[in-house]
């Protein structure tokens, strides 16, 4: 029994010392990758760069995607004047050059007669809402629009801009093509300087208005 596992020993013994060891595969790999670089490297004319990778000049880096520009907020909506559509029909605009011809003329012949009885204000004396203030007794009636609106708010809104000037404004609502529109009115004034001044004060304000004239 002794000799037989001997002589197992032994077969292991010399089975095992047969084989080929793992650092001589090592070895080999590597002698095959450096037999294969330096074939490359005569075959390239000796030049090592040329078996570095190379950068392509047509290449462009990726294009970020532009950040979307915020677009402005939308303006505000403007009220739409619309002086002459909405008159009446006993009622003309009064021209500017006209009104201001008037004036002077209104304005000399009060220079000829110093003693003649100065004419109220009549602005101070205009209702803020309600019917218009009465109208002289004779001749034409002189009036201002600052604007026709289709929303009442509209007009409200021009009505208390036109106070902080000093000015007294009202609201009237009117039956127009079916629908109904607000028209901003001041006066009557009984002449053309006291209209003239009124509008100008307007004017100073960057308060558009137009000037009637009412038989």
């Known amino acids: 029994m002794a000799a037989r596992r001997n002589g197992k020993k032994q077969a292991r013994r010399s ?30 004319g000796g030049s090592v760069d040329d078996l570095l990778p190379k950068p392509n000049p047509a290449a462009r880096a990726p294009v970020e995607p532009e950040t979307p520009v ?13 002086f002459y559509d909405v008159l009446r029909e006993n009622e003309a605009v009064f021209p500017d050059a006209e009104l201001n011809a008037q004036a002077a003329a209104e304005a000399q012949a009060a220079a000829a007669t110093p003693d ?11 209702p803020a809402t309600g019917t218009e203030a009465a109208a002289p007794a004779s001749g034409p009636r002189y009036l201002i ?13 021009l009505k208390a ?12 609502s009117a039956e127009i093509a079916g ?23 307007l004017g100073n304000h960057g308060i558009e208005a137009v ?5």
């Open 15 to 44: 089975g095992g010392s047969g084989g080929t060891p793992g650092w001589m595969y090592a070895l080999g790999g590597l002698a095959v990758g450096l037999g294969i670089a330096g074939f490359l490297y005569f075959r390239n």
């Open 211 to 215: 000037a009637i004239r009412a038989q």
């Open 70 to 82: 915020a677009q402005d907020a939308p303006e505000p909506r403007k009220p739409k004047y619309d």
């Open 145 to 157: 629009q600052a604007g026709a609106f289709r929303s009442s708010t509209d007009a409200d809104a």
């Open 116 to 126: 003649a009885p100065v004419t109220p204000d009549p602005v101070a004396a205009a």
């Open 179 to 201: 629908g109904t529109i607000y028209r901003v009115r001041l006066g009557p004034y009984p002449n053309a300087s006291t209209l003239a001044a009124a509008k100008q004060a």
């Open 161 to 172: 801009r036109i106070a902080l000037t000093g000015e007294i404004a009202r609201v009237e």
